[in-house]
């Protein structure tokens, strides 16, 4: 089954404790993206790649990161959280730019306290 | 720069009624647009697209046409349904590369029986 696969699906931490949202796609995508949705705001891009050992910013990068090694994975890393990154985490991926589908996960739901 | 602007919700009907979600855009160039729908627990999926003026999209009763010269994307289904009920993102791709992919807050649908 084609799908896109995230974890943890649900995390509480505390603020500064490193954390890892993975993401992986068996489709054989070359796009992969991360968004953030929060209420009031919709869906807000952190990061995209293009390609493996392609990564680029979207519109609210700012205390995250992100690598792309192997074309199926693109975790997502927060070096120190913080309350403001409580958000619900979609990754998302499609076969060549964002003028074509994109297939959603499920979403990881991040608490930081 | 590139923005989209969809109608406030909650958008609450009975079953059977007329749907109209009112979506607008900003962009330059010749933009492809998109309706992703988002079932309660789950991530989006694309519900339907058009990638050049004057194009229909539809799937599963939902239709929206591509307007060029309003700018609209307005998204109609007939005879709506209880399980239609969701948060419906009207969305938009410069199809440059190196560019987002832009929601609008979402809209929220609740149809009862």
């Known amino acids: 089954e084609a799908q896109v696969t995230q974890n943890p699906r649900y995390l509480i931490t505390v603020t500064g404790k490193k954390l890892t949202v993975t993401c992986s796609q068996n489709m054989n995508h070359e796009y992969m993206s991360w968004y953030r949705q929060d209420p009031g705001l919709g869906l807000r891009q952190i990061y995209y790649s293009m390609n493996v050992e392609v990564t680029d910013k979207g519109d609210v990068p700012e205390g995250y990161k992100v690598s792309r090694k192997e074309k199926r994975n693109f975790p997502l890393i927060l070096e120190s959280p913080s309350p403001n990154q409580t958000s619900l985490y979609f990754c998302a991926s499609s076969r060549s730019g964002q003028a074509y589908e994109q297939y959603f996960g499920p979403g990881t739901r991040l608490t930081v306290t | 720069g590139n923005s989209v602007t969809q109608m406030e919700g909650p958008v609450t009907l009975s079953e059977e009624a007329f749907l109209t979600i009112n979506c607008t855009y900003t962009a330059t160039g010749y933009p492809s647009l998109f309706w992703y729908v988002q079932y309660p627990g789950e991530g989006l999926q694309l519900l339907l697209k058009?990638?050049?003026?004057?194009d229909k999209g539809s799937n599963k009763g939902f239709e929206a046409t591509y307007r060029k010269e309003t700018t609209s994307f307005h998204l109609e289904k007939g005879s709506v349904q209880v399980s239609d009920s969701a948060v419906y993102f009207c969305a938009l791709s410069s199809n440059q590369a190196g560019t987002a992919l832009i929601f609008g807050k979402g809209t929220t649908l609740s149809v009862s029986s």
């Open positions: 058009a990638t050049k003026a004057d």
